[in-house]
């Protein structure tokens, strides 16, 4: 069964992101943000108040630092390998940070998030991206949703 995907037709279009999410029990999200030069889409920080989205207080405090980039993008084809290796590549140059995260007890990856929409999404995510996040220390997470997102 050796098709050619360039064959489907064109639908509507479907939204992805590609993200990059940290964890760690200590270290502060403007450390993160500094070192990385990106801007999170939102950050958590270890031992403040539990808060919904839209601010109402939950009990408890944060147990570590949660901090995720994220890039949404629309398509109207299936391809999204290509937006998971321009983020790894921007990455490349933080790999000691990327390390030391690792080595102080924090964890990170990169996530792609298919986000509901009608359609179909395929894609081969190349050798050198896969060996890049395996260097960098980075883990790679897939996350479907079967109901769309805003």
């Excluded at 964890?23 to 403040?48: C, K, N, S, W, Y």
């Excluded at 790894?88 to 102080?104: E, I, K």
């Excluded at 179909?120 to 883990?139: M, Q, R, S, V, Y």
């Amino acid at each position: 069964m050796d098709q050619d995907l360039d064959e489907f037709p064109e639908g509507t279009p479907q939204r992805f992101s590609v993200q990059l999410f940290i964890r760690h029990p200590t270290m502060h999200p403007a450390e993160i943000t500094a070192a990385l030069g990106m801007d999170p889409l939102f950050q958590h920080v270890v031992g403040e108040p539990r808060r919904t989205p839209k601010g109402t207080h939950l009990p408890g405090t944060y147990p570590c630092t949660d901090w995720r980039y994220s890039v949404r993008y629309e398509v109207k084809d299936q391809w999204f390998a290509e937006k998971v290796t321009e983020l790894v590549d921007r990455l490349v140059p933080h790999r000691d940070f990327l390390h030391r995260l690792r080595s102080t007890g924090g964890e990170a990856m990169i996530i792609v998030q298919f986000l509901g929409d009608d359609g179909h999404f395929g894609d081969n995510i190349p050798l050198e991206t896969l060996a890049n996040l395996a260097d960098l220390k980075l883990e790679l997470g897939i996350e479907v949703y079967m109901v769309p997102q805003n």
